[in-house]
């Protein structure tokens, strides 16, 4: 039996891998409907070889269908989602819209399915840096507890969504035959920065988001802490996240320095990290073997290594993970927890 399913944010960045995981992982799908803006009405996006005209998400065409995923914006996400789901339709939002709700379960399967269980037809993920360190503390924390994190990310360009991505390209092929630019020795000569707070090629900022009014921590950076203590079950766990915007395509990095509520051993945490669903682990450093964003792209699996000892830290370890924010970070974890609602798998 298959399911009649919805995309919403067909036409971004997200929507275009969540349509090719669908068909990776043979997901059962009877129908598919895809919506995106008005703009966007009318053109043809590929299903298993077969065109699927989009729709306007404003004609709220949710009739029939088993579940949605939606990966728009926040602010669409919260004028549609609830429609959808008063039409009977089960919502898997991918936006930061209904995350913090205590109604709405916000879920990586193989750290919290179990909390799917009472949903009323809104589901949430998490933000897409969160996913990739959640997944690497997640091990720790459910063997001995975890008292705090502090983490730092290193974001690429694509969780910024397509606009973000061609900017970057831009940018990128602008920049590159400017070498006396890039030392501080001239101008450079770069169409200005819309989708970023600067100049995205060749170069880093400590930006991801905004900052509210007074405030010293980004939505970005607020969003990893909250969430990782909801989806951890653990509402006193500290967390402290700097996201940090890197010139990498696709692939999120977190540098983790947790500290633990009894002590572990690099070798103990490894072998954690080995038998963890979603993880592999690569930490052979003078092998040269240890995470990339670049080795993330692509595969499912969040890749977790240079694991050591802390010693100022009590009960320290050190991780270094790197996932795809696209997939993990996004539409594989959607699916993932879509294939658990409907009983697939
Ligand atoms: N990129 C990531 O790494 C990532 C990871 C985790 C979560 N997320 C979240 O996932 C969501 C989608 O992100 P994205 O990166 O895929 O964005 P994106 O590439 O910018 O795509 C945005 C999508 O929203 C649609 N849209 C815009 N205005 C609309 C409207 N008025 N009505 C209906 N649809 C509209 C766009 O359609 P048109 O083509 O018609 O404009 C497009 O399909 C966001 O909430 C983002 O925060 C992103």
Known sequence: MGFNIGISGATGVTGEVTLRILQERGFPVDSLRLFASRRSAGQKLKFKGTDVVVQALEDGNFAGLDLLISATSAAIARQWAPRAVQAGVIVIDQSSAFRQDPSVPLVVPEINGADLAGHNGTIAGPNCTTAVAVMAVAPLHLAVGVESVISSS??????????GILEFLNASASAVNQSEGLRGHESLQVAAPVQFPHLSAFNLFPQCEEFAAGKDTSTEEEKMEAEMR?????PDLVVHATAVRVPVLVGHSVSLTISLKEPLSPQQA????????????????????????LAAAGIDEILVGRIR?????????SVFACGDNLRKGNALNAIQVAEQVLGIR
């Open 309 to 317: 000892t802390v010693p100022f830290v009590r009960n320290g370890l």
């Open 230 to 234: 909801k989806m951890l079950h653990a």
């Open 270 to 293: 490894r072998r954690l990290f080995e038998s963890f669903p979603g993880v592999r682990l690569l930490d052979e450093p003078s092998e040269r073997r240890y995470p990339t964003p």
């Open 154 to 163: 290193y974001q690429a360009m694509s969780g910024k969504g397509r606009d």
